[in-house]
């Protein structure tokens, strides 16, 4: 078995995959012609997006992400954490926690996207 992909819901899968592009540099990989599912190009493992209102045509309710109480997070690895974190602000991410150095000696910081999910920008470990 292999992780291949996750999927994030939100509210406007086009305007999602251009802030993920301006924030994060990721390419859109495909966007179905209904605008209800796309993925960003992020190597082996998808970062996918599903309208909520597409969900809900399948009897699935989904919930809004609060990067205050986060349930889960996204994270992208760089050798750049202070220039990526800026970019992602400038972007449209909602600063949360700027770059900080960890005891175990990676740099972590974290930004919440539109749609309020936590994304951590952080250094290799």
């Known amino acids: 078995m292999i992780f291949r992909y996750t ?11 251009e802030f993920y592009k301006a924030a994060f540099g ?10 209800d599912y796309g993925e960003a190009v992020t190597g082996e493992t998808k970062l996918a997006f599903t309208s909520r209102a597409m969900m809900k ?10 990067p205050a109480k986060p349930v889960f997070e996204i994270a992208f690895e760089s050798d750049e954490v202070a220039a990526d974190y800026a970019r992602a602000v400038e972007a449209g991410a909602t600063p949360v926690s700027p770059p900080q ?5 990676q740099t972590v910081s974290y930004v919440s996207d539109p749609e309020g999910i936590l994304v951590e920008i952080c250094s290799p470990v």
Do not use: C, N, R
């Open 7 to 17: 999927i994030l819901y939100v509210e406007d899968v086009a305007a999602s995959l």
């Open 26 to 35: 990721l390419e859109t990989g495909f966007l179905h012609e209904s605008g």
């Open 57 to 66: 045509t399948i009897g699935k309710t989904t919930g809004q992400a609060d």
């Open 101 to 105: 150095d960890m005891p175990w000696g």
